[in-house]
Protein backbone atom coordinates (compact mmCIF):
# COMPACT_ATOMS: atom_id res chain seq x y z
CA UNK A 1 0.00 0.00 0.00
CA UNK A 2 1.11 3.31 -0.98
CA UNK A 3 2.05 5.85 2.10
CA UNK A 4 0.35 9.65 1.94
CA UNK A 5 2.48 12.19 0.65
CA UNK A 6 3.29 15.33 1.62
CA UNK A 7 5.44 17.47 -0.92
CA UNK A 8 7.85 20.03 0.77
CA UNK A 9 8.63 22.07 -2.68
CA UNK A 10 12.53 23.86 -2.32
CA UNK A 11 12.88 27.10 -2.81
CA UNK A 12 16.68 27.37 -1.62
CA UNK A 13 15.82 27.57 2.40
CA UNK A 14 18.00 26.08 4.51
CA UNK A 15 15.20 24.17 6.32
CA UNK A 16 14.04 22.53 3.84
CA UNK A 17 14.91 19.44 4.99
CA UNK A 18 13.97 19.92 8.15
CA UNK A 19 10.73 21.01 7.60
CA UNK A 20 10.47 17.38 5.61
CA UNK A 21 12.03 15.70 9.13
CA UNK A 22 8.94 17.25 11.36
CA UNK A 23 6.40 16.10 8.98
CA UNK A 24 7.76 12.53 8.95
CA UNK A 25 7.89 13.39 13.05
CA UNK A 26 3.81 13.40 12.55
CA UNK A 27 3.79 10.04 10.90
CA UNK A 28 3.49 11.23 7.41
CA UNK A 29 5.31 10.37 4.30
CA UNK A 30 7.45 14.16 3.10
CA UNK A 31 9.17 14.43 0.05
CA UNK A 32 11.49 17.03 -0.99
CA UNK A 33 11.64 18.09 -4.45
CA UNK A 34 13.36 21.64 -6.11
CA UNK A 35 10.28 23.49 -7.00
CA UNK A 36 11.26 23.53 -10.74
CA UNK A 37 9.22 20.34 -10.89
CA UNK A 38 6.32 20.10 -13.06
CA UNK A 39 2.82 20.41 -12.09
CA UNK A 40 1.99 17.46 -13.60
CA UNK A 41 4.81 15.73 -12.18
CA UNK A 42 3.41 17.16 -8.88
CA UNK A 43 0.09 16.01 -9.66
CA UNK A 44 1.21 12.79 -10.42
CA UNK A 45 2.94 12.32 -6.79
CA UNK A 46 -0.99 12.53 -6.09
CA UNK A 47 0.03 14.85 -2.43
CA UNK A 48 -2.12 15.39 0.55
CA UNK A 49 -0.76 18.59 1.04
CA UNK A 50 2.43 20.54 -0.22
CA UNK A 51 4.41 23.05 1.98
CA UNK A 52 6.42 25.61 0.13
CA UNK A 53 10.14 26.32 1.82
CA UNK A 54 11.45 29.59 2.84
CA UNK A 55 14.61 31.19 0.79
CA UNK A 56 17.00 33.60 0.52
CA UNK A 57 15.56 35.91 -2.31
CA UNK A 58 12.86 38.41 -2.86
CA UNK A 59 9.52 37.23 -4.23
CA UNK A 60 9.32 40.35 -6.68
CA UNK A 61 12.59 39.84 -7.95
CA UNK A 62 12.70 38.83 -11.79
CA UNK A 63 15.33 35.84 -11.27
CA UNK A 64 13.68 34.88 -7.88
CA UNK A 65 12.42 30.71 -7.70
CA UNK A 66 9.02 30.81 -8.32
CA UNK A 67 6.20 28.77 -9.75
CA UNK A 68 2.95 28.97 -11.63
CA UNK A 69 -0.31 30.24 -9.48
CA UNK A 70 -2.14 27.46 -11.36
CA UNK A 71 -0.37 25.09 -8.81
CA UNK A 72 -3.09 27.41 -6.13
CA UNK A 73 -6.16 25.69 -8.20
CA UNK A 74 -5.45 22.07 -7.65
CA UNK A 75 -7.16 21.68 -4.78
CA UNK A 76 -4.50 20.21 -2.39
CA UNK A 77 -3.90 21.97 0.41
CA UNK A 78 -0.93 24.09 0.23
CA UNK A 79 1.10 25.89 3.80
CA UNK A 80 3.54 28.47 2.80
CA UNK A 81 6.67 28.99 4.83
CA UNK A 82 8.29 32.36 4.95
CA UNK A 83 9.15 32.97 1.49
CA UNK A 84 6.76 30.25 0.51
CA UNK A 85 4.27 32.58 2.31
CA UNK A 86 5.66 35.84 0.48
CA UNK A 87 4.99 33.39 -3.00
CA UNK A 88 2.08 33.06 -2.30
CA UNK A 89 0.59 36.40 -1.50
CA UNK A 90 2.56 37.58 -4.36
CA UNK A 91 1.11 35.23 -7.05
CA UNK A 92 -2.12 35.87 -5.83
CA UNK A 93 -2.32 39.55 -5.77
CA UNK A 94 -1.48 40.65 -2.30
CA UNK A 95 1.56 42.61 -1.59
CA UNK A 96 5.15 41.88 -0.45
CA UNK A 97 7.80 44.92 0.02
CA UNK A 98 10.88 45.24 1.99
CA UNK A 99 9.88 45.46 5.92
CA UNK A 100 10.54 49.04 7.33
CA UNK A 101 11.68 46.43 10.10
CA UNK A 102 12.89 43.48 9.80
CA UNK A 103 12.52 40.75 12.24
CA UNK A 104 15.17 38.17 13.28
CA UNK A 105 15.15 35.99 16.64
CA UNK A 106 12.29 34.55 18.87
CA UNK A 107 9.32 36.89 18.24
CA UNK A 108 5.67 36.71 19.62
CA UNK A 109 2.82 36.65 17.11
CA UNK A 110 -1.03 36.91 18.09
CA UNK A 111 -2.77 34.36 16.44
CA UNK A 112 -6.52 33.67 15.69
CA UNK A 113 -7.27 30.58 17.72
CA UNK A 114 -10.16 29.36 15.50
CA UNK A 115 -8.26 28.52 12.75
CA UNK A 116 -7.57 25.30 11.87
CA UNK A 117 -4.03 25.84 11.59
CA UNK A 118 -4.08 27.51 15.05
CA UNK A 119 -6.00 25.30 16.84
CA UNK A 120 -4.82 24.21 20.47
CA UNK A 121 -2.15 26.96 19.95
CA UNK A 122 -1.57 29.20 22.55
CA UNK A 123 -2.99 33.36 21.24
CA UNK A 124 -0.27 34.71 22.21
CA UNK A 125 3.10 32.19 21.24
CA UNK A 126 6.53 32.24 20.54
CA UNK A 127 8.14 31.87 17.01
CA UNK A 128 10.86 32.07 15.01
CA UNK A 129 11.18 34.73 12.84
CA UNK A 130 13.72 35.15 9.65
CA UNK A 131 13.02 38.30 6.99
CA UNK A 132 13.59 41.35 5.59
CA UNK A 133 10.75 41.15 3.05
CA UNK A 134 7.21 41.02 4.21
CA UNK A 135 3.55 40.90 3.16
CA UNK A 136 2.27 44.50 2.75
CA UNK A 137 -1.43 43.44 1.85
CA UNK A 138 -3.00 40.24 1.85
CA UNK A 139 -4.48 38.80 -1.34
CA UNK A 140 -8.46 38.94 -1.83
CA UNK A 141 -10.10 36.27 -0.51
CA UNK A 142 -7.67 35.70 2.17
CA UNK A 143 -8.12 36.63 6.27
CA UNK A 144 -5.55 37.41 8.33
CA UNK A 145 -5.06 34.95 11.38
CA UNK A 146 -1.73 36.50 13.12
CA UNK A 147 0.28 39.88 13.71
CA UNK A 148 3.15 40.89 15.41
CA UNK A 149 3.85 44.55 16.02
CA UNK A 150 6.05 45.13 13.04
CA UNK A 151 4.42 42.22 10.95
CA UNK A 152 0.73 43.23 9.64
CA UNK A 153 0.32 39.21 8.33
CA UNK A 154 2.44 36.97 9.73
CA UNK A 155 -0.07 34.81 9.17
CA UNK A 156 -2.99 34.17 6.69
CA UNK A 157 -5.16 31.75 5.23
CA UNK A 158 -7.82 30.85 2.42
CA UNK A 159 -10.05 28.51 4.64
CA UNK A 160 -12.04 27.28 1.31
CA UNK A 161 -9.25 26.73 -0.97
CA UNK A 162 -7.23 25.23 1.84
CA UNK A 163 -4.23 27.76 1.00
CA UNK A 164 -2.55 28.70 4.63
CA UNK A 165 0.95 31.15 5.28
CA UNK A 166 2.88 31.67 7.66
CA UNK A 167 5.91 34.26 8.08
CA UNK A 168 7.57 32.88 10.77
CA UNK A 169 9.38 28.85 10.91
CA UNK A 170 7.30 26.65 12.47
CA UNK A 171 9.46 23.84 11.49
CA UNK A 172 12.81 24.69 14.34
CA UNK A 173 12.83 24.47 17.78
CA UNK A 174 12.61 27.86 18.94
CA UNK A 175 8.65 28.38 17.10
CA UNK A 176 7.24 27.06 20.70
CA UNK A 177 4.30 25.32 19.11
CA UNK A 178 5.59 25.03 15.84
CA UNK A 179 5.04 21.40 15.87
CA UNK A 180 1.20 22.06 16.89
CA UNK A 181 1.20 23.77 13.83
CA UNK A 182 2.68 21.21 11.27
CA UNK A 183 0.41 18.84 13.07
CA UNK A 184 -2.93 20.41 12.35
CA UNK A 185 -1.81 21.75 8.81
CA UNK A 186 -1.55 17.50 8.06
CA UNK A 187 -4.21 16.61 10.00
CA UNK A 188 -6.81 19.15 10.59
CA UNK A 189 -6.50 20.66 6.89
CA UNK A 190 -4.96 17.79 4.76
CA UNK A 191 -6.82 15.23 6.64
CA UNK A 192 -4.12 12.76 6.84
CA UNK A 193 -4.32 9.99 8.63
CA UNK A 194 -0.31 9.03 9.52
CA UNK A 195 0.26 5.93 7.82
CA UNK A 196 3.86 5.66 7.99
CA UNK A 197 6.02 4.92 10.21
CA UNK A 198 10.40 5.28 9.83
CA UNK A 199 11.14 1.77 11.24
CA UNK A 200 8.93 0.08 8.66
CA UNK A 201 9.88 3.07 5.71
CA UNK A 202 14.09 1.92 6.34
CA UNK A 203 13.51 -1.61 6.58
CA UNK A 204 11.06 -1.28 3.00
CA UNK A 205 13.38 0.86 1.50
CA UNK A 206 16.72 -1.59 2.28
CA UNK A 207 14.47 -4.19 1.17
CA UNK A 208 14.03 -2.46 -2.33
CA UNK A 209 17.36 -1.38 -2.70
CA UNK A 210 19.07 -4.80 -2.29
CA UNK A 211 16.51 -6.10 -4.88
CA UNK A 212 17.29 -3.45 -7.23
CA UNK A 213 20.49 -3.36 -7.02
CA UNK A 214 21.21 -6.80 -6.86
CA UNK A 215 19.01 -7.34 -10.14
CA UNK A 216 20.76 -4.75 -11.64
CA UNK A 217 24.06 -5.87 -10.69
CA UNK A 218 23.39 -8.98 -12.35
CA UNK A 219 21.35 -7.71 -15.51
CA UNK A 220 23.52 -5.26 -16.26
CA UNK A 221 27.01 -4.39 -13.81
CA UNK A 222 28.77 -7.79 -13.97
CA UNK A 223 30.12 -8.48 -10.71
CA UNK A 224 28.33 -5.15 -9.51
CA UNK A 225 30.88 -3.09 -7.30
CA UNK A 226 29.57 0.15 -6.12
CA UNK A 227 31.05 3.26 -4.89
CA UNK A 228 29.83 5.41 -2.72
CA UNK A 229 30.94 9.63 -2.21
CA UNK A 230 30.66 9.91 1.69
CA UNK A 231 31.07 13.78 3.53
CA UNK A 232 29.64 12.63 7.08
CA UNK A 233 26.29 14.69 7.16
CA UNK A 234 22.87 12.72 7.30
CA UNK A 235 22.52 12.27 3.60
CA UNK A 236 25.67 10.62 2.57
CA UNK A 237 25.66 8.49 6.17
CA UNK A 238 22.23 6.91 5.19
CA UNK A 239 22.63 6.14 1.87
CA UNK A 240 26.00 4.33 3.06
CA UNK A 241 24.37 2.41 5.64
CA UNK A 242 21.37 1.34 3.30
CA UNK A 243 23.91 0.34 0.84
CA UNK A 244 26.20 -1.29 3.07
CA UNK A 245 22.92 -3.69 4.37
CA UNK A 246 21.87 -4.00 0.49
CA UNK A 247 25.18 -5.13 -0.98
CA UNK A 248 27.99 -5.51 2.21
CA UNK A 249 31.33 -5.85 0.57
CA UNK A 250 30.60 -4.91 -2.84
CA UNK A 251 30.50 -1.25 -1.52
CA UNK A 252 33.76 0.80 -0.97
CA UNK A 253 32.72 4.46 0.87
CA UNK A 254 35.28 7.15 0.36
CA UNK A 255 35.02 9.76 3.12
CA UNK A 256 36.42 12.68 1.78
CA UNK A 257 37.12 14.84 5.54
CA UNK A 258 37.38 18.42 4.12
CA UNK A 259 37.98 19.74 7.37
CA UNK A 260 34.48 21.29 7.43
CA UNK A 261 32.74 19.33 10.38
CA UNK A 262 32.23 19.73 14.05
CA UNK A 263 34.93 18.47 16.16
CA UNK A 264 36.26 15.42 16.09
CA UNK A 265 33.27 14.54 13.80
CA UNK A 266 35.70 13.26 10.85
CA UNK A 267 37.27 10.53 13.67
CA UNK A 268 33.18 9.68 14.43
CA UNK A 269 32.59 8.93 10.81
CA UNK A 270 35.42 6.36 10.68
CA UNK A 271 34.39 4.80 13.79
CA UNK A 272 31.34 4.27 12.16
CA UNK A 273 32.09 3.24 8.76
CA UNK A 274 35.50 1.93 9.03
CA UNK A 275 37.14 -1.34 9.79
CA UNK A 276 36.13 -1.29 13.32
CA UNK A 277 32.48 0.01 12.74
CA UNK A 278 29.66 -2.74 12.42
CA UNK A 279 28.98 -2.01 8.70
CA UNK A 280 31.08 -5.06 6.37
CA UNK A 281 32.49 -2.49 3.85
CA UNK A 282 35.51 -1.25 2.43
CA UNK A 283 36.39 1.88 3.83
CA UNK A 284 38.58 4.88 2.67
CA UNK A 285 39.18 8.04 4.31
CA UNK A 286 41.09 11.18 2.50
CA UNK A 287 41.98 13.79 4.83
CA UNK A 288 41.74 16.89 1.95
CA UNK A 289 41.87 19.67 4.81
CA UNK A 290 44.54 21.88 3.85
CA UNK A 291 43.34 21.53 -0.01
CA UNK A 292 39.77 23.04 1.05
CA UNK A 293 41.43 25.74 3.59
CA UNK A 294 43.56 26.81 0.99
CA UNK A 295 40.76 27.28 -1.40
CA UNK A 296 38.64 28.64 0.91
CA UNK A 297 41.17 31.35 1.96
CA UNK A 298 39.90 34.83 1.79
CA UNK A 299 36.60 33.82 0.59
CA UNK A 300 33.69 35.60 2.36
CA UNK A 301 30.48 35.15 0.30
CA UNK A 302 28.38 32.34 1.22
CA UNK A 303 27.28 30.96 -2.17
CA UNK A 304 30.96 31.14 -3.23
CA UNK A 305 31.73 29.36 -0.54
CA UNK A 306 29.13 26.50 -1.37
CA UNK A 307 30.43 26.44 -4.88
CA UNK A 308 33.87 26.35 -4.12
CA UNK A 309 33.20 23.32 -1.74
CA UNK A 310 31.09 21.65 -4.03
CA UNK A 311 33.46 21.66 -7.11
CA UNK A 312 36.54 20.72 -4.82
CA UNK A 313 34.69 17.86 -3.09
CA UNK A 314 34.08 16.19 -6.50
CA UNK A 315 37.66 16.76 -7.54
CA UNK A 316 39.08 15.04 -4.42
CA UNK A 317 36.86 11.96 -4.93
CA UNK A 318 37.20 11.97 -8.26
CA UNK A 319 40.82 11.23 -8.34
CA UNK A 320 40.42 8.91 -5.77
CA UNK A 321 38.07 7.20 -7.51
CA UNK A 322 40.49 6.66 -10.15
CA UNK A 323 43.59 5.53 -7.96
CA UNK A 324 41.53 2.59 -6.63
CA UNK A 325 39.31 1.88 -9.42
CA UNK A 326 41.62 2.18 -12.27
CA UNK A 327 40.95 0.46 -14.64
CA UNK A 328 37.06 1.09 -14.41
CA UNK A 329 36.16 -1.64 -11.90
CA UNK A 330 33.37 0.25 -9.94
CA UNK A 331 30.25 -0.18 -11.75
CA UNK A 332 27.94 1.83 -9.95
CA UNK A 333 28.74 5.38 -8.16
CA UNK A 334 26.53 6.68 -5.40
CA UNK A 335 26.42 10.41 -4.37
CA UNK A 336 25.56 10.16 -1.03
CA UNK A 337 26.02 14.08 -0.66
CA UNK A 338 23.28 16.55 -1.62
CA UNK A 339 24.54 17.78 -4.59
CA UNK A 340 21.83 20.77 -4.02
CA UNK A 341 23.26 21.95 -0.76
CA UNK A 342 26.96 21.18 -1.69
CA UNK A 343 26.11 23.50 -4.79
CA UNK A 344 27.30 21.61 -8.00
CA UNK A 345 25.73 20.48 -11.12
CA UNK A 346 24.30 17.45 -12.38
CA UNK A 347 26.63 18.24 -15.46
CA UNK A 348 29.77 18.19 -12.81
CA UNK A 349 28.83 14.79 -11.65
CA UNK A 350 28.18 13.41 -15.23
CA UNK A 351 31.89 14.56 -16.14
CA UNK A 352 32.71 12.46 -12.60
CA UNK A 353 30.93 9.36 -13.76
CA UNK A 354 32.23 9.00 -17.75
CA UNK A 355 35.20 9.00 -16.37
CA UNK A 356 34.79 6.25 -13.53
CA UNK A 357 32.35 3.60 -15.02
CA UNK A 358 32.80 1.25 -18.05
CA UNK A 359 31.09 2.70 -20.69
CA UNK A 360 28.24 0.34 -20.49
CA UNK A 361 26.97 1.56 -17.37
CA UNK A 362 27.15 5.29 -18.18
CA UNK A 363 23.83 5.69 -18.52
CA UNK A 364 22.65 3.61 -16.18
CA UNK A 365 24.72 5.58 -13.46
CA UNK A 366 22.84 8.84 -14.76
CA UNK A 367 19.30 7.55 -14.68
CA UNK A 368 20.45 6.42 -10.66
CA UNK A 369 21.94 10.14 -10.28
CA UNK A 370 18.62 11.96 -11.53
CA UNK A 371 16.40 10.01 -9.25
CA UNK A 372 18.72 10.42 -6.36
CA UNK A 373 19.24 14.19 -7.06
CA UNK A 374 15.21 14.66 -6.88
CA UNK A 375 14.83 12.85 -3.55
Known amino acids: MKNETVIVLDFGG ?62 VPILGICYGSQLMAYKLGGEVATAPVSEYGKTDVEVDTSSLLFEGVSATTTTWMSHTDYIAKAPQGFKITGHTGNCPVAAMENAEKKLYAVQFHPEVMHSVEGQKMLHNFLFNVCKCTGDWK ?80 PYDLNFIRVNAQERFYSKLAGVTEPEAKRKIIGEEFIRVFEEEAKKIGNPRVFNLIVLGVAAQHMDFTKEQWYEVIEKTVPPKTIEINKKAFDVGYHL
Open 198 to 277: MDSFVETTIAQIREKVIQALREKIGDGKVLCALSGGVDSSVAAVMLAKAVGKQLTCVFVDHGLLRKNEGDEVEAVFGPDG
Open 14 to 75: QYNQLIARRVRECNVYAEVIPYTTSLEDIKAKNPKGIIFTGGPNSVYKEDSPSYDKSIFEIG
